[in-house]
């Protein structure tokens, strides 16, 4: 469970000031966040991922009391706890399909790496379509397979949560559906906490809860 309350933050050269008073999501539960351009939807993401620390405000996820944690700690509860997946893939182009998804074992001391998670490794590439491309490297991947690396690489260390920031804001309706499809099935079968920030209307109705940031909007 994802719990927020009272929360307040600012960036330092902004006067954007985030705000929110509470917010609850269940374990396993799938959720979107909606609102307008420039809303905090990113820096929400950013709070409960660890990677920004709220001025004000607890922040708790499977009742850790993440806001209390410094810098460091927050880094590594996320490295364990969390999986995260932006707009951007952010996949490594001199890595082959295989070593992006394994990546974070290679830079993370506190995971690692053994048969266990490569058979894993396989076994999700498999599941998301690219069993036989595990060999090639991002240039010679589409858009869509770009993005299914980058899950499969938020997904390698099974995450509690799982965090994306506008996932299939670059891909066309097919690839779109075939993401929303991939990450909710995964998530449902093993009961991995789901929030997605979105524009895009269409997914909306996939998601059980769905969260307007708006601060206009109640
Ligand atoms: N690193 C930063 N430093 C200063 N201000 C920032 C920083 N990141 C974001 N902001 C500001 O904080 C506000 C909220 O930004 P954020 O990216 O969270 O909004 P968003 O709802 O995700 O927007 P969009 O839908 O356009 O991606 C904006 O006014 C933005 O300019």
Do not use: W
């Amino acid at each position: 469970m994802i719990s927020c309350n009272n929360i307040t933050f600012k960036y330092p050269q902004s006067d954007f000031v985030f705000q929110l008073k509470n917010m609850d999501i269940k374990k396993g539960q799938q959720t979107a966040i909606i609102g307008p351009s420039g809303c905090g939807k990113t820096t929400f993401i950013n709070l409960i991922s660890g990677i920004l620390k709220p001025d004000s405000g607890v922040i708790s996820v499977d009742d850790i009391t993440l806001s209390d944690f410094n810098k460091t700690e927050r880094q590594d509860f996320r490295i364990v706890s969390m999986g995260l997946i932006f707009q951007e893939f952010e996949l490594l182009d001199y890595l082959s399909v295989f070593e992006n998804i394994l990546l974070p074992y290679r830079i993370n001391s506190l995971l690692s790496l053994d048969k266990k998670v490569k058979e894993r490794a396989k076994i999700l590439a498999e599941r998301v379509g690219l069993g036989d491309k595990i060999t090639r490297y991002p240039k010679q991947l589409s858009q869509g397979e770009r993005q299914r690396v980058a899950i499969c690489r938020a997904l390698i260390a099974e995450p509690k949560v799982l965090l994306c920031d506008e996932p299939t804001a670059n891909l066309d309706p097919v690839n779109r559906d075939n993401i929303i499809d991939i990450l909710t099935s995964y998530c449902q079968d093993k009961q991995t906490t789901l929030v997605v920030v979105t524009h895009d209307h269409e997914i909306l109705p996939r998601f059980k809860s769905v969260i307007n940031l708006n601060p206009h909007s109640s």
